[in-house]
């Protein structure tokens, strides 16, 4: 079953056109990868998905529903979180800080929408209520390996461990749907392959991945399916053994030098 | 009277001028701490409110009608209607000044503040004239004495109402889930977006509140100083200096600016011999003192070192 399709979905900025009528498609339950060299259109893609910015022309189809050009809070709350390349925390506060953020405005609780008995409600249970996000935001940090470091401040992380709370921080609002923007950039090698196991474990929770990555040995490992963009079009989709063996791919995307080390 | 009970009086005084000068600063400083941007239309607003509040309140009561139990809830009457035309005021200026150059370079939505002052100040200088007016006290003026200092019951209702004003926005801001989603909005606003929060509506909602606060802060400045279209200049500037002397972006910091600022002036003008026309020059060089010592201002967070 797909849980996201988008139709001829096209990014044009100035002359330049970033996303070049693509249909990409995501399939629930597995991890989709989307490759392609620098400036091949992936995040752009990744943007007009998530609302961070609006296509100029095409659709953007999640769970049925018709999601195009919606602002970035409404499809968070729709049930689509993601990460970011430079990565997006609130630095001054502490991790645990982070995750409940994700918790308290997770998908379906409008805070505008309370009534003022709600809100009044809300004060008086506001300990109790703060108490529960907070045990639920442990439970998040346990699952992502980082409940020792829940009173630090986030900006005082080690990289590689700031991109895991990103990771923790999205999957807190419980989302049908994860984009993960190059999750392993910048990470060393005992790092990446402990992103690799929450990649996992996030599979296993029965959220959607979509991951844009570079280190191809992680791609290929943990994909079930990977569609790769070049110049803003897609040029080939398959499973990974399918991706490996592409004339196309090899040519446009690995280089003929690089084609043993894929 | 000895000049110990002087001061006294004079800190009474200025504590009453701080209680103003903090109801307008917060404006200054929620719209800052989620835009980064100085919104010098605000003292304009403080001016709209006053003359919306004195129409309302020479409506209800008439033109000179003594102080009584009406006229106590005239007032209030009053100030809760400009409450609200104000904040309307703000989120039309937000909408229609700033949204649209939020993403241009940082100096056109101050340019545009700067605009929509002059449009407000002249707008209510077309309208109203230019003659300064005098809002009716409401509340009888024989002063209460403690001990030799003299209180007003104008003053003590200045307190009163900033106070309170003070508790409620505490409370909103650290209590409900709005405040929360205009916590985090000034922390990172693109973050929070993704974390499911309507940045917008909080923006329009930080602009409603800061207004409608402006607007209690006019109608009380205008208990002394009367009510005219450049009322908001002065006014404006110095509760803006008292958000940077409190370290702007910072709530508790612009209710502590306002209340430090108006002591100083208060009692430092006398202090220092300095002649009545030149009092504002207190609060300025309050200003830059704070500027040269702690660029950040009393309360401003210290930006942790970013690695």
Redesign the interface.
């Given at each position: 079953m797909r849980l996201l399709e988008t139709e001829h979905l096209t990014r044009e900025f100035g002359g330049v056109i970033a996303v070049n009528d693509v249909d990409f498609h995501v399939e629930k339950g597995l991890v989709t990868g989307l490759i392609g060299p620098n400036g091949a259109g992936k995040t752009t893609l990744f943007n007009q998905i998530t609302g961070m910015d609006k296509p100029t022309s095409g659709k953007v189809i999640f769970d049925g529903n018709d999601i195009t050009g919606l602002p970035a809070w409404k499809i968070s709350r729709m049930g689509i979180a993601r990460t970011f390349q430079n990565i997006r925390l609130y630095k001054e506060l502490t991790v645990v800080e982070n995750v409940m953020m994700g918790l308290h405005f997770k998908v379906g609780k409008d805070p505008f929408h309370h009534r003022f008995s709600q809100a009044i409600k809300s004060y008086f249970f506001a300990a109790r209520e703060n108490r529960e996000v907070y045990h639920k935001a442990m439970e998040w940090l346990e699952f992502s390996e980082l409940a020792e470091h829940a009173q630090d401040f986030a900006g005082s992380l080690p990289y590689g461990k700031q991109r895991e709370l990103e990771i923790a921080r999205a999957l807190a609002a419980e989302p049908k749907l994860l984009f993960l923007d190059e999750p392993a950039a910048g990470m060393n090698p005992s790092e990446t392959s402990h992103l690799m196991r929450v990649v996992d474990k996030i599979r296993n929770l029965g959220v959607t991945v979509v991951l844009i990555e570079h280190d191809m040995k992680l791609v290929m490992n943990i994909c079930d399916n990977i569609t790769v963009l070049n110049f803003g079009m897609k040029i080939a989709e398959g499973t990974p053994n399918e991706i490996k063996h592409n004339k196309d791919v090899i040519e446009a995307y690995l280089g003929r030098d690089e084609e043993e080390d894929s | 009277m000895d000049t110990l009970t002087l001061y006294m009086q004079y800190i009474v005084n200025g504590l009453t001028l701080g209680a103003i000068y903090s109801l307008i600063a917060l404006g200054y400083t929620m719209v800052y701490g989620i835009l980064k941007f100085i919104n010098f239309a605000h003292g304009d607003i403080l001016m709209v409110g006053a003359f919306v509040g004195l129409l309302v309140y020479t409506a209800l009561t008439g033109e000179a009608a003594d102080p009584g139990v009406w006229t106590i809830i005239a007032f209030f009457i009053a100030m809760l209607i400009s409450m609200g035309f104000s904040a309307l005021l703000g989120v039309l200026i937000e909408r229609v000044a700033y949204k649209p150059l939020r993403n241009a370079n940082r100096l056109a939505p101050l340019l545009s503040a700067i605009g929509v002052s002059f449009i407000l100040s002249n707008g209510a200088a077309w309208i109203f004239g230019t003659q300064s007016r005098r809002f009716p006290y409401p509340f009888a003026n024989d002063p209460i004495r403690i001990g030799a200092i003299a209180i007003t019951p104008h003053q003590i209702v200045i307190i009163a109402v900033s106070v309170i004003m003070m508790i409620l926005l505490t409370?909103f801001v650290n209590?409900?889930?709005?405040g929360?989603?205009m916590r985090?909005a000034s922390?990172?606003q693109?973050?929070?977006?993704?974390?499911?929060?309507?940045?917008?509506?909080v923006i329009s909602l930080t602009f409603a509140i800061g207004s409608a606060l402006a607007a209690v802060g006019g109608i009380l400045a205008s208990f002394d100083f009367r009510v005219y279209p450049s009322m908001g200049t002065m006014t404006g500037l110095k509760a803006f200096v008292a958000a940077v002397i409190g370290g702007i972006g910072n709530i508790q910091g612009a209710m502590l600016g306002g209340v430090l600022l108006g002591i100083l002036e208060a009692v430092g003008a006398p202090l220092l011999h300095i002649p009545n026309s030149m009092r504002d020059t207190v609060a300025f060089a309050v200003l830059i003192i704070v500027l040269l010592v702690k660029p950040d201002g009393i309360l401003g967070?210290n930006e942790?070192e970013?690695?």
């Amino acid at each position: 079953m797909r849980l996201l399709e988008t139709e001829h979905l096209t990014r044009e900025f100035g002359g330049v056109i970033a996303v070049n009528d693509v249909d990409f498609h995501v399939e629930k339950g597995l991890v989709t990868g989307l490759i392609g060299p620098n400036g091949a259109g992936k995040t752009t893609l990744f943007n007009q998905i998530t609302g961070m910015d609006k296509p100029t022309s095409g659709k953007v189809i999640f769970d049925g529903n018709d999601i195009t050009g919606l602002p970035a809070w409404k499809i968070s709350r729709m049930g689509i979180a993601r990460t970011f390349q430079n990565i997006r925390l609130y630095k001054e506060l502490t991790v645990v800080e982070n995750v409940m953020m994700g918790l308290h405005f997770k998908v379906g609780k409008d805070p505008f929408h309370h009534r003022f008995s709600q809100a009044i409600k809300s004060y008086f249970f506001a300990a109790r209520e703060n108490r529960e996000v907070y045990h639920k935001a442990m439970e998040w940090l346990e699952f992502s390996e980082l409940a020792e470091h829940a009173q630090d401040f986030a900006g005082s992380l080690p990289y590689g461990k700031q991109r895991e709370l990103e990771i923790a921080r999205a999957l807190a609002a419980e989302p049908k749907l994860l984009f993960l923007d190059e999750p392993a950039a910048g990470m060393n090698p005992s790092e990446t392959s402990h992103l690799m196991r929450v990649v996992d474990k996030i599979r296993n929770l029965g959220v959607t991945v979509v991951l844009i990555e570079h280190d191809m040995k992680l791609v290929m490992n943990i994909c079930d399916n990977i569609t790769v963009l070049n110049f803003g079009m897609k040029i080939a989709e398959g499973t990974p053994n399918e991706i490996k063996h592409n004339k196309d791919v090899i040519e446009a995307y690995l280089g003929r030098d690089e084609e043993e080390d894929s | 009277m000895d000049t110990l009970t002087l001061y006294m009086q004079y800190i009474v005084n200025g504590l009453t001028l701080g209680a103003i000068y903090s109801l307008i600063a917060l404006g200054y400083t929620m719209v800052y701490g989620i835009l980064k941007f100085i919104n010098f239309a605000h003292g304009d607003i403080l001016m709209v409110g006053a003359f919306v509040g004195l129409l309302v309140y020479t409506a209800l009561t008439g033109e000179a009608a003594d102080p009584g139990v009406w006229t106590i809830i005239a007032f209030f009457i009053a100030m809760l209607i400009s409450m609200g035309f104000s904040a309307l005021l703000g989120v039309l200026i937000e909408r229609v000044a700033y949204k649209p150059l939020r993403n241009a370079n940082r100096l056109a939505p101050l340019l545009s503040a700067i605009g929509v002052s002059f449009i407000l100040s002249n707008g209510a200088a077309w309208i109203f004239g230019t003659q300064s007016r005098r809002f009716p006290y409401p509340f009888a003026n024989d002063p209460i004495r403690i001990g030799a200092i003299a209180i007003t019951p104008h003053q003590i209702v200045i307190i009163a109402v900033s106070v309170i004003m003070m508790i409620l926005l505490t409370f909103f801001v650290n209590k409900t889930r709005m405040g929360k989603a205009m916590r985090a909005a000034s922390l990172d606003q693109a973050t929070s977006m993704l974390m499911g929060i309507n940045v917008n509506r909080v923006i329009s909602l930080t602009f409603a509140i800061g207004s409608a606060l402006a607007a209690v802060g006019g109608i009380l400045a205008s208990f002394d100083f009367r009510v005219y279209p450049s009322m908001g200049t002065m006014t404006g500037l110095k509760a803006f200096v008292a958000a940077v002397i409190g370290g702007i972006g910072n709530i508790q910091g612009a209710m502590l600016g306002g209340v430090l600022l108006g002591i100083l002036e208060a009692v430092g003008a006398p202090l220092l011999h300095i002649p009545n026309s030149m009092r504002d020059t207190v609060a300025f060089a309050v200003l830059i003192i704070v500027l040269l010592v702690k660029p950040d201002g009393i309360l401003g967070k210290n930006e942790r070192e970013k690695v």
